[in-house]
C-alpha cells in the first residue's frame, strides 16, 4: 500500500492520534559546511545541512505536521514567518511557543494559510554572539500553493539574499555606535559566479520569489538589461503589478518579480552595492546560446516606493483606533551596542499594544531615529495605509521598512487571537528592546 494512502486511511479511522503518525516534513538542526566558492567554506548551523534549508511546499488549508530535530548543544526555535497560525506553534518565545531544548526533538502541527512565499528561520537571542539567531544558515522557503494557482510563467526560481562572516564594528566617524559588517556574501548557496547559472531562453518570462535573509542589511538589487515586475511582496499579489528596475528588501522582506526574458546575453542579477555584489552577492542569467562574462550594469536610482504598488487612498471604512508606536534609539555608551525603544520602554518592558478579536486598528509606526526598521508582526497581515504622509492601499505585507525620521501607517484586522509579537527584524535591534507583544483582552 502507498504510504500517503495507508496514512489516509489511518486519518479517516481517526481512532489514532494524529501524533503517531509520521510528520509531512522533516528539519534536523545542525552544524554545516557551506562551500559559497572555491576555498570560501562557511561554518554555520543550518536545516538538514544546507542553505538555504528545504523548500516546504504546503497546500493552502491543509494541515502539515513538521517534525524539528535539534542536534546542537543549544535551545532552538523555528519560526514559520507570515503564517496565520497560533501561538503555541509559531515560533515566538515570548508567544509561549515552547523552545526545543538541546539534542532534542519537536513537532509543530499546523493549517498553513494565507497563500504566498513565506519561510521559516530560528527566532533565538543572538545579542552579541553572532553565530547564533538569523546571522546563521537557520533559514528557509516555505511555498504555501493556493487553491488555484494563475501560472502564466515558464519557470519559478527561489533566491534567497545572504551575508556571511559577520563582525561586529563601530560606524563611522560621527558614529562611536557597535553594528554588525559582513565579508562574504551569497545567493542560495553560492557566491555569484560560482553557482550554476538561472539558465533561460528568449521570450521566457521567469517568476523569481526573492527573500532577504539577512540578519540585519537592507537590500537594493537589479538585474543589468532587464526590469522587474512586481507581483507580489511578502506572498500577498499587489494591487497594481508594475515594472521597476530595482528591487528594495529589508530583512526578511519577500518580494515575487517576473522577468521577461527579452535581452539575450549573459547578465548579473546582484546587488547594486559595488562591494557586496563582487563579494558575492549575486547570480548569474544565462541565455541557451550564449556564453561569456556575465555583463552588470550601472543600475538606476529610481526610488524605492511602496505605494508604486498600491492604489490610492482608500475611503476609511468604519471607525479603526489610532495605536501610536513611537521607535528611537536609546544610546548606550561609545563602543557599546545601543538600546532601542518602543514608546520610551524596550523589551521586555515595553507596554503590550492591546486588541480585540476582530477590531480594525491603525497602527502608525513613528520613527524617531536616524535608521531605518524592517518591523515585522507575527501571526498576521496589515495593509499600508499612509507613507511618510501619502495614503495607499492594496498592499499587503508581514514587514515594512519604516523610513528613519519618517511614519508609515498600516490597517490591521485582529483575526488571529493569542499572544502576537511585533519587533523589529534586524536581529540586533530585536534582541536589544525593539520588540512588544500585542494581546487580545
Ligand atoms: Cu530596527
Known amino acids: 500500500m502507498h504510504r500517503r494512502h495507508f496514512l489516509a486511511s489511518l486519518a479517516a479511522a481517526a481512532t489514532v492520534p494524529s501524533r503517531l503518525l509520521g510528520a509531512d516534513f522533516t528539519l534536523r538542526i545542525a552544524p554545516a559546511s557551506v562551500e559559497i566558492g572555491p576555498r570560501k567554506v562557511i561554518k554555520t548551523v543550518a536545516y538538514n545541512g544546507s542553505v538555504p534549508g528545504p523548500l516546504l511546499r504546503m497546500k493552502e488549508g491543509q494541515p502539515v505536521t513538521i517534525e524539528v530535530f535539534n542536534d546542537t548543544g543549544d535551545a532552538e526555535i523555528v519560526h514559520w514567518h507570515g503564517l496565520q497560525i497560533p501561538s503555541a ?135 543589468a538589461g532587464h526590469q522587474f515586475r512586481v507581483v507580489a511582496m511578502d506572498g500577498n499579489p499587489v494591487a497594481v503589478p508594475k515594472e521597476v528596475r530595482a528591487l528594495e528588501l529589508g530583512p526578511a522582506e519577500r518580494i515575487d518579480a517576473i522577468v521577461e526574458m527579452n535581452s539575450p546575453g549573459v547578465w548579473i542579477l546582484g546587488a547594486t552595492d559595488d562591494h557586496d555584489r563582487e563579494h558575492g552577492l549575486g547570480i548569474v542569467i544565462e541565455y541557451a546560446g550564449q556564453s561569456g562574462e556575465p555583463r552588470w550594469l550601472p543600475a538606476s536610482d529610481e526610488r524605492w516606493d511602496y505605494a508604486a504598488f498600491g492604489s490610492l487612498g482608500k475611503e476609511e471604512t468604519g471607525p479603526s483606533e489610532r495605536i501610536p508606536l513611537v521607535f528611537e534609539k536609546k544610546f548606550a555608551g561609545h563602543h557599546w551596542v545601543d538600546k532601542w525603544t518602543i514608546n520610551g520602554k524596550s523589551f521586555p518592558k515595553t507596554d503590550p499594544i492591546r486588541v480585540k478579536a476582530n477590531g480594525r486598528y491603525r497602527l502608525v509606526f513613528d520613527n524617531r531615529s536616524d535608521e531605518a526598521h524592517p518591523v515585522h508582526l507575527h501571526r ?31 490597517d490591521l484586522l485582529a483575526n488571529n487571537p493569542g499572544l502576537t509579537l511585533f519587533h523589529c527584524h534586524q536581529q540586533m535591534h530585536m534582541d536589544y528592546g525593539f520588540m512588544a507583544l500585542m494581546e487580545y483582552f
Open 380 to 410: 498576521h497581515t496589515f495593509e499600508l495605509a499612509k507613507i511618510a504622509g501619502v495614503p495607499t492601499s492594496g498592499v499587503y505585507k508581514d514587514v515594512v521598512v519604516v523610513g528613519a525620521k519618517s511614519q508609515t501607517e498600516v
Open 89 to 223: 506553534v509559531d515560533g515566538s518565545m515570548e508567544e509561549g511557543t515552547p523552545m526545543i531544548p538541546a539534542r532534542s526533538s519537536a513537532r509543530y502541527s499546523f493549517t498553513p494559510a494565507p497563500s504566498g512565499t513565506r519561510w521559516y528561520h530560528t527566532h533565538v537571542v543572538a545579542g552579541r554572539n553572532l553565530k547564533r539567531g538569523t546571522y546563521t544558515g537557520q533559514f528557509g522557503f516555505i511555498y504555501i500553493e493556493p487553491r488555484s494557482e494563475p501560472g502564466n510563467y515558464d519557470q519559478e526560481v527561489f533566491l534567497a539574499l545572504k551575508e556571511w562572516d559577520p563582525y561586529l564594528s563601530s560606524g563611522g566617524v560621527d558614529d562611536d555606535s557597535i553594528d554588525v559588517a559582513y565579508n562574504l556574501f551569497s545567493v542560495n548557496n553560492r557566491a555569484l559566479g560560482h553557482g550554476e547559472p538561472i539558465r533561460v531562453k528568449e521570450g521566457q518570462r521567469v517568476l523569481l520569489r526573492i527573500l532577504n535573509a539577512s540578519a540585519t542589511v537592507t537590500r537594493r538589487i537589479a538585474v
